[in-house]
Nanobody, 126 residues
């Protein structure tokens, strides 16, 4: 059983930065593709970023050039560095994991992932 715990959320002003972290326990991170999703009130959960076992990253168009996802297998953590934040980024951010045998495989939909964290709130004020 994989357990995920997000941290690093908070309140920032427009243009500010936050670094979200996802701590993975129960299994080693190396064999899992990881994703970040977010959900704003009244809206569907949406894909933000993903990273494959081999380290390839993918980003939703709204965050390209502003967000960077990374993984540290030795520390069993993944991170989402968020720069130039906008009020539209306000949401609960969730970390997700799925076992992947192929190094380049990632998931882009909620149903692609088997394990989820509890979420961390990110609020961007103007």
């Amino acid at each position: 059983q994989v357990q995920l715990v997000e941290s690093g959320g908070g309140l920032v002003q427009t243009g500010g930065s936050l670094r979200l972290s996802c701590a993975v326990s129960g299994r080693t991170l190396a064999n899992y593709a990881m994703g970040w999703f977010r959900q704003a009130p009244g809206k569907e959960r949406e894909f933000v970023a993903a990273i494959s076992v081999s380290g390839t990253t993918y980003y939703q168009d709204f965050v390209k050039g502003r967000f960077t996802m990374s993984r540290d297998n030795a520390k069993n953590t993944v991170a989402l560095q968020m720069n130039n934040l906008k009020p539209e980024d306000t949401a609960v951010y969730y970390c997700a994991a799925v076992y992947r045998r192929r190094g380049g495989d990632v998931g882009f939909k909620e149903r692609d992932y088997d394990y989820w964290g509890q979420g961390t709130q990110v609020t961007v004020s103007s």
